[in-house]
């Protein structure tokens, strides 16, 4: 069984929360980065455990 937290994909920020600040809008481009790459690990875990590699 997959544990949730490494197969349910992460929600988007809100665009609620964007300011004019530059500093706020590269840490919401920086975050979305990383959310879409946790997102990408969590698919390929989920390939992975679904073939059953490694088990004989």
């Given at each position: 069984?997959?544990?949730?937290?490494?197969?349910?994909?992460?929600?988007?920020?809100?665009?609620?929360?964007?300011?004019?600040?530059?500093?706020?809008?590269?840490?919401?481009?920086?975050?979305?980065?990383?959310?879409?790459?946790a997102n990408a690990?969590?698919?390929?875990?989920?390939?992975?455990?679904?073939?059953?590699?490694?088990?004989?």
């Amino acid at each position: 069984e997959v544990p949730p937290h490494l197969v349910e994909p992460l929600p988007a920020p809100s665009r609620a929360e964007m300011t004019h600040n530059r500093d706020l809008l590269q840490l919401l481009a920086d975050y979305e980065s990383l959310r879409r790459r946790a997102n990408a690990d969590r698919a390929a875990v989920v390939e992975i455990l679904s073939n059953d590699v490694g088990v004989e």
